[in-house]
Nanobody
Framework: QVQLVESGGGLVQPGGSLRLSCAAS????????MGWYRQAPGKQRELVAA???????MYLDSVKGRFTISRDNAKNTVFLQMNSLKPEDTAVYYC????????????WGQGTQVTVSS
């Protein structure tokens, strides 16, 4: 069983930046693919960015060039650096750990709210 705790969300103005963190415990962090998802009100949850155990990355088209996912296996933590934030990035952001690059199954964090508004 893996436990995931997200932090770093908040209110930011358009064009601003936030850095989300997800701390993992209860498993061998380095073997998991890690993903950041988001869910806006009335919308389906979507995969924003993912990083494999080998540190290959993928991004949702709408965040490419603005968001960067990274991981620190020594600290059992995955990060999402979000720059040039837009109001449409407003959502609850969730961290997920899975044993394959498809991100099927796995474990979820509780989520952290990101609000982009002036």
């Amino acid at each position: 069983q893996v436990q995931l705790v997200e932090s770093g969300g908040g209110l930011v103005q358009p064009g601003g930046s936030l850095r989300l963190s997800c701390a993992a415990s209860g498993g061998i962090f380095s073997i998991y693919a890690m993903g950041w998802y988001r869910q806006a009100p009335g919308k389906q949850r979507e995969l924003v960015a993912a990083i494999t155990s080998g540190k290959s990355t993928m991004y949702l088209d709408s965040v490419k060039g603005r968001f960067t996912i990274s991981r620190d296996n020594a600290k059992n933590t995955v990060f999402l650096q979000m720059n040039s934030l837009k109001p449409e990035d407003t959502a609850v952001y969730y961290c997920k750990a899975a044993l394959g690059a498809t991100m099927a199954g796995g474990f979820w964090g509780q989520g952290t709210q990101v609000t982009v508004s002036s």
